[in-house]
């Protein structure tokens, strides 16, 4: 069984510019998460998807951070403006959903905004 | 506000010694808790769970205590292996239909030969 696939691995843009980071979850798993994980710290959750619905994102800095998720599977995060705080690693992860609490975290995407 | 501390430094520990990461809690009722390891450069790798009205859990070497009472959760790694040396990562979990996980800061473990 295929794991959660992102790209890119790593990105560097200076700040003001965008970026998007992409992610496929493992096949049939209803539920997706975008994290920001900052180094030396744990993964902060910034946006819930359930099949293409939004369950939660209040903690997506919304001025800046948009993500979708159009046809249930794939997902999209995006920065627009980046700041040089955004600078971290962005995890995706996917549940099977239904009550599963296991989540399978793709390899991530590390960003540094100059 | 919620807080999840984990050991403040890192843990350095002597092959075939018992690895032991605390994890404690403020603020927050889990319906569940979750340990993760996580190696440089990739993304976190689910190593067990426990419920809110279980006490243990073993997998192998690996075990898992949760006190609510105390709200602390205690993960041992037995015989340890230079192999093992990563950071680990608690996760308190949120019961409903929208599963989610909060995350502690982790430890990072080495283990010596």
């Known amino acids: 069984e295929a794991g959660v696939a992102q790209s890119p691995r790593y990105k560097i843009i200076e700040k003001r510019q965008s970026v998007a980071f992409w992610c496929n979850p493992i096949?049939?798993?209803?539920?997706l998460y975008w994290y920001q994980q900052i180094l030396g710290q744990g993964p902060k959750l910034l946006i819930q998807?359930?099949?293409?619905?939004?369950?939660?994102d209040s903690q997506l800095p919304k001025d800046r951070f948009s993500a979708e998720r159009l046809k249930g599977v794939d997902s999209t995060l995006k920065i627009q403006p980046a700041k040089l705080e955004d600078s971290a690693g962005y995890l995706c992860?996917?549940?099977?959903?239904?009550?599963?609490?296991?989540?399978?975290f793709g390899p991530g995407t590390r960003l540094l905004v100059l | 506000s919620q807080k999840i501390e984990q050991n403040s430094e890192a843990l350095n520990i002597q092959e075939g010694k018992t690895a032991t990461l605390t994890c404690n809690y403020t603020n927050y009722s889990p319906a569940y808790l979750q340990w993760y390891r996580q190696d440089p450069g990739r993304g976190p790798v689910f190593l067990l769970l426990i419920r809110e009205n279980e006490k243990e859990k073993r997998k192998e070497r690996l075990k898992v205590t949760f006190d609510t009472t105390l709200k602390q959760s205690l993960f041992h790694i037995t015989a340890s292996q230079p192999a093992d040396s990563a950071t680990y990562l608690c996760a308190l979990g949120r019961g409903g239909s929208a599963r989610q996980l909060t995350f502690g800061s982790g430890t990072q473990l080495t283990v010596l030969p």
């Open positions: 096949s049939g798993h209803a539920t």
């Open positions: 998807f359930q099949n293409n619905g939004v369950v939660d």
């Open positions: 992860a996917s549940t099977v959903g239904g009550g599963m609490e296991t989540q399978y």
